[in-house]
């Protein structure tokens, strides 16, 4: 997946990653509805690609993190859910790459909304 400039705000660079992960959220009101809690975590690769030079690097990072957020259910089984997560990822460092520096920033504000179904 490609990172937009605004999120990494490196202008003389590209980013891109791929991974996985997995979240684990806890809903203490009611079965699967209304409030949660969560922790998450991932692996991912991430390329960071100087633009108009084939200078790249790869990084590997692991991101841990918490979110919550609030499921409002809908009609017939549809929920809406919009929830933001906070994370650190070890490993995000600085690359420097044909007299340019990539800021690596390990911390993420990850705003969400999900749209789902709920097969009861």
Request: glycine residues 14%; proline residues 5%.
């Given at each position: 997946m490609r990172l937009p400039?605004?999120?990494?705000?490196?202008?003389?660079?590209?980013?891109?990653f791929s991974g996985y992960g997995f979240?684990?959220?806890?809903?203490?009101?009611?079965?699967?509805t209304k409030g949660f809690v969560g922790v998450d975590a991932g692996l991912s690769r991430v390329l960071i690609e100087v633009r108009g030079s084939d200078s790249?690097?790869?990084?590997?990072?692991?991101?841990?993190?918490?979110?919550?957020?609030w499921r409002f259910d809908l009609v017939g089984g549809l929920y809406l859910t919009p929830?933001?997560?906070?994370?650190?990822?070890?490993?995000?460092?600085?690359?420097?790459?044909?007299?340019?520096?990539?800021?690596?920033?390990?911390?993420?504000?990850?705003?969400a909304v999900h749209v789902g179904y709920r097969f009861r």
């Open positions: 400039g605004f999120v990494h705000g490196n202008d003389d660079f590209d980013a891109s979240k684990l959220q806890y809903f203490p009101f009611v079965e699967q790249a690097r790869r990084q590997t990072q692991l991101g841990l993190g918490i979110n919550f957020g929830w933001l997560g906070l994370g650190y990822s070890f490993g995000a460092d600085d690359v420097r790459l044909d007299r340019k520096r990539f800021d690596g920033n390990p911390w993420l504000v990850f705003p």
